[in-house]
């Protein structure tokens, strides 16, 4: 089965958001099939970070990456999430 690589970047609300703790929150939320590879932060400004996490998934989820993007924004302290990249990791 061919899987691919989704760049999800999650907004805090703040700079008082446990950035690690909304990490483990999104990855004990991540359907079958969905595993974090990598996350780190991305200065924003004045402070302010971003988590991005490296997700991989079946290609043929359904819905696409619409689903990783609802269940970030859903949690308690995030502003909001899009995915800023895809790449297939299999041929």
Excluded: C, W
């Amino acid at each position: 089965m061919t899987e691919v690589m989704v760049v999800l970047k999650v907004f805090p609300e703040g700079d008082e958001t446990d950035l690690e703790k909304v990490a483990n929150e999104l990855v004990s939320q991540l359907p079958q099939g969905h595993k974090l590879v990598r996350k780190e932060t991305e200065p924003i400004a004045f402070g302010l970070k971003a988590l991005v996490l490296y997700i991989s998934m079946p290609e043929s989820t359904e819905g696409g990456t619409d689903r990783l993007e609802e269940l970030a924004s859903g949690i308690s302290g995030v502003s909001h999430a899009e995915v800023v990249g895809i790449t297939r990791l299999g041929f």
